[in-house]
């Protein structure tokens, strides 16, 4: 079983910037990927950056450029630098773990990420 714990949320004015934290303890494999997802009520969850441990990231173009995932494999902590925030950044950001990754292809699917934290919120206002 793996425990995943965000933190760093927060609220910030647009042009702002926040730093998310996620803690992962329990087994992993050598290769995994994670992920932060981000959700706003009535809408779907969508996948807002990728690592996998071998160092492959991707974006969601919606943060290209603002946005930075990046993780420490030997403590097992995700990290994710938001900068320029924008009002449309806010939501509850949830991180993720897949730890089927074969380091063919980091999903975007939400469905195929088997562990979640329990979600940090980030608040921009304008």
């Known amino acids: 079983q793996v425990q995943l714990v965000e933190s760093g949320g927060g609220s910030v004015q647009a042009g702002g910037s926040l730093r998310l934290s996620c803690a992962a303890s329990?087994?992993?494999?050598?290769?995994?990927?994670m992920g932060w997802f981000r959700q706003v009520p009535g809408q779907e969850r969508e996948a807002v950056a990728r690592i996998g441990t071998d160092g492959h990231t991707s974006y969601a173009d919606s943060v290209k450029g603002r946005f930075t995932i990046s993780q420490d494999n030997a403590k097992k902590t995700l990290l994710l630098q938001m900068n320029t925030l924008q009002p449309e950044d806010t939501a509850m950001y949830y991180c993720?773990?897949?730890?089927?990754?074969?380091?063919?292809?980091?999903?975007?699917?939400?469905?195929?990420?088997?562990?979640w934290g329990q979600g940090a919120q980030v608040t921009v206002t304008s």
């Open positions: 993720a773990a897949d730890p089927t990754y074969d380091g063919s292809y980091l999903t975007r699917r939400p469905d195929e990420y088997n562990y």
């Open positions: 329990g087994y992993l494999p050598v290769s995994y990927c």
